[in-house]
């Protein structure tokens, strides 16, 4: 069975950092995408960040580029999200979430995503 498995969430005030992991078991890990989504209150689940199976291939979304980097680490079955200079309004629940298929195409779209964690409260504070 496989399972995401989110932590490193809290609370920190605004500029400050977090460091947010997701250790999947149960699955080929090295060979599919992952991605980072968030979901404020009252509104929709966005795309944060994705990164391809061997790491060459990465993005963001507009909101958090220059300021918050996924990174990978396959031996260990694990994706990261590192937060710096956090703002109010990245206040969320984040979620790790593991591709669908090996050929992903956008890595940007929630539906290319199959597979998700249960989420890790992230809450900054003005």
């Known amino acids: 069975q496989i399972q995401l498995v989110e932590s490193g969430g809290g609370l920190v005030q605004a500029g400050g950092s977090l460091r947010l992991s997701c250790v999947v078991s149960?699955?080929?890990?090295?060979?599919?995408?992952m991605g980072w989504f968030r979901q404020a209150p009252g509104k929709e689940r966005e795309f944060v960040a994705a990164?391809?199976?061997?790491?060459?291939?990465?993005q963001y979304s507009d909101s958090v580029k220059g300021r918050f980097t996924i990174s990978r680490d396959n031996p260990n079955n694990t994706v990261y999200l590192q937060m710096n200079s956090l703002k109010p309004e990245d206040t969320a629940v984040y979620y790790c979430a593991r591709a669908t298929n090996m050929n992903i195409v956008t890595m940007t779209e929630s539906h290319e995503y199959g597979r998700w964690g249960q989420g890790t409260q992230v809450t900054v504070s003005s």
């Open positions: 149960g699955s080929t890990f090295s060979m599919f995408a």
């Open positions: 990164i391809s199976f061997s790491g060459a291939r990465i």
